[in-house]
């Protein structure tokens, strides 16, 4: 369903142009399609860059965005499974897991090597990374909590909340001052916001089933589910109820 669009006549141009936008998505459009050569785990975007980490072997790949996705070139080999990436200030950090053992790792765009610091606590291989205002924010399974570090690794605080172990995470930025954080496994589904700055819970909902990965669109969270009944829901951000109710 679309929001409608107001329109005024441009007394310059004679032409329409928009009073007001839809804030909520009202479409969603396959633009590209991009081939790679092992199986993609994680993926951030900066600029005209695409970096995608691989499994088997373990990879992180630069595609750029300007020769139509076809020119790619591995940055750096990694030991162990690069389950989520993200460019900030000009560096990618990784969360790097490897059996029981997690760790952050950290390179500049061209792939060298900068820094790393170990994550304990993760049961799951495939856990969520992401930075936010100079803080790095990872779920901690074995404490229910997230942690949320320094760019350098130092421990800066530990915010309890809804996570449970051997479940599959998704976590999306919110502004300088939050995170949205899908819990998906065998104990339950949950989706909730966290204020970073407050160190608490602002909501929780267990209304979306197999929550798989999120994104936040304006006023909105868009929690894409993988189930029998794949579909995406829009979530409000402040309540955290689904878009219309």
């Known amino acids: 369903e679309t929001e409608p669009i107001s329109y005024q006549e441009d007394p310059n141009t004679q032409r329409n142009t928009p009073l007001t936008m839809p804030r909520h998505p009202t479409s969603i459009v396959l633009t590209n399609l991009i081939g790679v050569k092992h199986q993609p785990l994680s993926i951030t975007k900066r600029n005209n860059k695409i970096y995608v980490g691989l499994e088997n072997p373990s990879q992180i790949v630069e595609i750029n965005e300007d020769r139509k996705y076809k020119k790619q070139r591995v940055l750096t080999l990694v030991d162990g499974i690069v389950s989520s990436l993200q460019v900030y200030n000009d560096e990618i950090y ?8 997690h760790r952050v790792m950290v390179f500049d765009l061209s792939g060298n090597f900068l820094r790393c610091w170990s994550h304990t606590g993760n049961s799951h291989h495939y856990t969520m990374l992401r ?3 100079d803080m790095v924010v990872i ?27 051997n479940s599959w995470k998704s976590m999306a930025v919110l502004g300088d001052t939050s ?6 496994g065998d104990n339950g589904d949950v989706v909730f916001r966290v204020d970073l ?14 929550p798989n ?10 929690v894409a589910t993988h189930d029998k009944d794949t579909k995406i829901w829009v979530l409000d951000i402040k309540s955290g109820k689904e878009y219309g109710i």
Do not use: Q
């Open 94 to 101: 990784a969360h790097v897991a490897k059996l029981l053992y």
């Open 131 to 133: 930075v936010v205002d």
């Open 139 to 165: 779920p901690c399974d074995a404490r229910g909590s997230l942690y949320v570090y320094s760019l350098k690794g130092e421990l800066i605080k530990e915010i309890k909340c809804p996570i449970t172990a």
């Open 179 to 184: 995170v949205i954080v899908c819990d998906w």
């Open 197 to 210: 700055d407050h160190g608490e819970v602002v909501w929780t909902t267990t209304e979306v089933a197999s």
């Open 213 to 222: 990965s999120v994104v936040c669109y304006n006023d909105y969270v868009l």
